[in-house]
């Protein structure tokens, strides 16, 4: 599974560069985020789902248990969920769950407003 | 294996059989979603679809044959005026109890370390399925729903 | 209807069950072509597809059910690794002699009047398509064929 | 099944604006073709086949039953084939019975050369 990073002074930005995050692959994509966020000490992490057009409960479960993985120190949000996604996310109340944003430079209007 | 619901002989059926496996169901699914254009599905109308089916295989996949791939997996889809007719069968373990999981979403308000990470497959088909029927036909399981399209117009 | 083929129990199988009739044929084709996408054929090679299913499955409509639109047929797909095996069926006539035609060339060479304006489709079959097996089963007519792909590579 | 047409002083271009000439679109095309060549008196016809991506044995068998209509005095040529259009012909030898052009233009060019 193949990711793309970006780092800001206060978050790390990975996107997912995948069409799919289904139970083909759920465990690939667990240890490449695990390896992705233990190599940096990033304390926020925004994932860019923006390529991603369909997530099964797997995938889902795949992304709860990075953001457990991560611990209470660090910080996992969600952004760019496509119709399908944004879906799986709804019907489970997922949605409650994580911090979503429309698009992954909003989080940055938040630490310049902040 | 035999093809779920004959009964229906005037209708146009799609079929796919496949082996057990992650990548077989990932390419059936996209199979199934190409073979589905010509019926007047929405992008939320397939998005449902391929919710829906990728559990129904994969708990096929996982469960009934438990990661042994040399089960054949045969999906069945009847296109009606506003509805998809699905069958699934496979050769694999019967659900528990030999009844359908109830389909209640796993409990999510403790703490970050208790958070479910699984428990959601049942939950969805219930969701945005309908007639859903499970029985146990000798040793296949046999696996029948509905999923209402809305359509694009 | 059944299934042809029953035996290639170990593979990825595609069928489409459909009622008799030109259109059912069109979108019967178009969602074979579509559900091809995943393997590795060439556009050439799916230009033969499309002209060997097109001329079989349209030879049951208008010949074993001759234009009665309440007949069943299914057509099967076996992708291998270079070629699809196919199966088609259906409940109508029987071919003439319960034998495959000989699928010449009808002959061109007279003046304009006398050219020929049918006759072509067996004989696109017989070019095409490999390992040409017909049965009468009962009271269903069972054809089998292998169509080689060269694919992109 | 839709066509349109283009009349030059020498020759009338009749496009077919079908992806199919099939089992299903066979009478369609053969008896709009014949109102089509009936009413102008065009003595050269030329068909363009470039938005046509598939024909059959009864949409070939229907392009012969036109050129028959038409007659000896009225020639009929063939443009603009499309890969599995050009198999069919050349398969079944219908590629010799027919002039064929690459692009509808260039029955022009040979006009204008001769
Ligand atoms: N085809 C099947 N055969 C046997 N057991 C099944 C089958 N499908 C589902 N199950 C049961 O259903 C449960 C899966 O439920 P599900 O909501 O999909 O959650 P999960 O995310 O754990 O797959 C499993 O615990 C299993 O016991
Ligand atoms: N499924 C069938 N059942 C009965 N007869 C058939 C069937 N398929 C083909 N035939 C016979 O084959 C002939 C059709 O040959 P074909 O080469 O396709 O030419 P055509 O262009 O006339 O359809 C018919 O004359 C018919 O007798």
């Known amino acids: 599974m193949e990711f793309s990073c970006k780092e800001t002074s206060d978050v790390l930005f990975v996107k997912v560069e995948a069409e799919r995050i289904d139970a083909a692959a759920a465990i690939s994509f667990k240890e490449n985020m695990r390896d992705i966020t233990g190599k940096c000490g990033a304390s926020h992490v925004v994932l860019d789902l923006s390529e991603v057009a369909f997530i099964d409960s797997s995938g889902l479960g795949a992304i709860v248990s990075v953001m457990k993985l991560m611990g209470t120190t660090t910080r996992l949000d969600l952004a760019g969920m496509t119709p399908t996604v944004d879906k799986v996310f709804r019907l489970t109340r997922m949605d409650s769950i994580f911090t979503i944003y429309e698009h992954p430079e909003d989080v940055e209007k938040i630490y310049k407003a902040g | ?153």
């Open chain 2, 1 to 153: 294996m035999q093809i779920c619901e004959t009964n229906n002989t005037n209708k146009h059926q799609l079929h796919v059989e496949f082996p057990s496996g992650e990548m077989s169901v990932r390419q059936a699914l996209g199979q199934l979603m190409s073979v589905l254009t010509p019926y007047d599905l929405s992008e939320d109308d397939l998005g449902s679809v391929e919710i829906v089916l990728g559990e129904v295989l994969n708990n096929v996949v996982e469960h009934a044959y438990a990661e042994s791939d040399d089960g054949m997996v045969l999906m069945s889809c009847t296109p009606g005026a506003h509805v998809l007719r699905f069958c699934v069968e496979d050769e694999g373990v019967a659900l528990p109890h030999a009844e359908l999981p109830k389909g209640t979403l796993p409990c999510m308000d403790g703490p970050l370390e208790t958070l479910p990470e699984g428990g959601f497959g049942w939950y969805l088909v219930q969701n945005l399925a309908l007639d859903l029927h499970y029985r146990r036909i000798g040793r296949r399981n046999v696996l029948a729903f509905s999923i209402p399209f809305e359509g694009n117009g």
